[in-house]
């Protein structure tokens, strides 16, 4: 059974922190992809962490969400915090096998549930089962001002291999760069 298959769930938890940093991945269910949704939606609407805008075509979000759970290659995991007495999922994160061997990711929480540690619980995991899938490398891409976003995947392993200049069109009309992290697996 793959690792965090359903009924092969993993605790990742910072035990040795507070109560609520302790939160449980999994991979998402069926039902779960319209709160996902909006949580995306809801990131986006701060405006400076993620690619997505508000607004966003929700169905196709959902629909795409749907594909990445359903596909062999690809999984959305979330962090649910249930166990620890919190409200339950908290944040996702996506990652996605190309072809050639990279795992591509991309990760939210929501706000109020940052620096707790659990997007390192959701990262530790993803490498899991990316390494597992038989990925040979992680992938993503940051905005240079996420700082948090930076030291998390710094202190997982990750380095910095570029930079798009003024690459991403938002919708104000601004460009923005973008940094690539990569990070091999064994
Ligand atoms: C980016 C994000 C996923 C990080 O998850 P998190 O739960 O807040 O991060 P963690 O608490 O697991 O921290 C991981 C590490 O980063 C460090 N870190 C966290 N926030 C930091 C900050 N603002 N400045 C410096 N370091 C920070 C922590 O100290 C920790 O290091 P440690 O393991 O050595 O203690 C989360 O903040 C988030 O969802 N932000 C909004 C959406 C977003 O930016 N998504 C990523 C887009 S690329």
């Not at 991979?27 to 400076?48: I, N």
């Not at 966003?56 to 690809?74: H, N």
């Not at 072809?99 to 959701?122: F, K, N, T």
């Amino acid at each position: 059974m793959h690792p965090f298959s359903p009924g092969g769930k993993t605790r990742a938890m910072r035990s040795a922190e507070t109560p609520e940093a302790a939160v449980l991945v999994r991979p998402a269910t069926e039902d779960e992809l319209d709160l996902l949704v909006e949580q995306t939606w809801s990131v986006a609407a701060e405006g400076r962490f993620i690619g997505a805008e508000v607004p966003f075509d929700r169905a196709r979000r959902r629909a795409r969400l749907g594909e990445l759970l359903g596909a062999e290659t690809s999984t959305v995991l979330v962090a649910d915090t249930c166990a620890a007495g919190g409200p339950g999922v908290v944040g996702h994160l996506t990652v996605s096998v190309a072809p050639y061997g990279v795992a591509d990711i991309g990760m939210l929480l929501q706000a109020g549930w940052r620096g707790r540690g659990i997007g390192r619980a959701l990262l530790d995991a993803a490498i899991a089962w990316a390494t597992s899938a038989g990925a040979h490398k992680m992938s993503l891409e940051v905005w240079p001002d996420n700082a948090a976003a930076i030291a998390l995947y710094e202190r997982a392993g990750f380095v910095v291999e570029g930079r798009k200049a003024k690459h991403y069109r938002r919708r104000n009309g601004e460009l923005w760069d973008s940094i690539l992290m990569g990070r091999p697996l064994p």
